[in-house]
């Protein structure tokens, strides 16, 4: 079955940087669009970065551009998600999904992963 196991959230102060991996098994993972998003407590799910099957396209919600890069390996199965100048906002589960087009919207995304925690303390 497809699975989707994400890694690298922790605790970090405001400021600091974190990298997200995402590894992928079960799927064809160079035939799909892939992406990130956060839901933090009490809040919906919202979209932080997608990117596309080849990484020629990418696509970041305003307020993490300029400070978060998506990336991805497909020889290694693997999905990235590079943080820097993280702020206390950002503080939420971070989920990595695929999808078969440009997973900006919940609605196109076909898996999700179990997701991470980041915290950013100020």
């Known amino acids: 079955q497809v699975q989707l196991v994400e890694s690298g959230g922790g605790l970090v102060q405001a400021g600091g940087s974190l990298r997200l991996s995402c590894t992928a098994s079960?799927?064809?993972?160079?035939?799909?669009?892939m992406g990130w998003f956060r839901q933090a407590p009490g809040k919906e799910r919202e979209f932080v970065a997608a990117i596309s099957w080849n990484a020629i396209s990418t696509y970041s919600a305003d307020f993490v551009k300029g400070r978060f890069t998506i990336s991805r390996d497909n020889a290694k199965n693997t999905l990235y998600l590079q943080m820097n100048s993280l702020k206390p906002e950002d503080t939420a589960v971070y989920y990595c999904a695929a999808g078969d087009t440009m997973v900006v919207f919940t609605r196109r995304v076909d898996y999700w992963g179990q997701g991470t925690p980041v915290t950013v303390s100020s």
């Open positions: 079960g799927l064809t993972f160079s035939s799909y669009c």
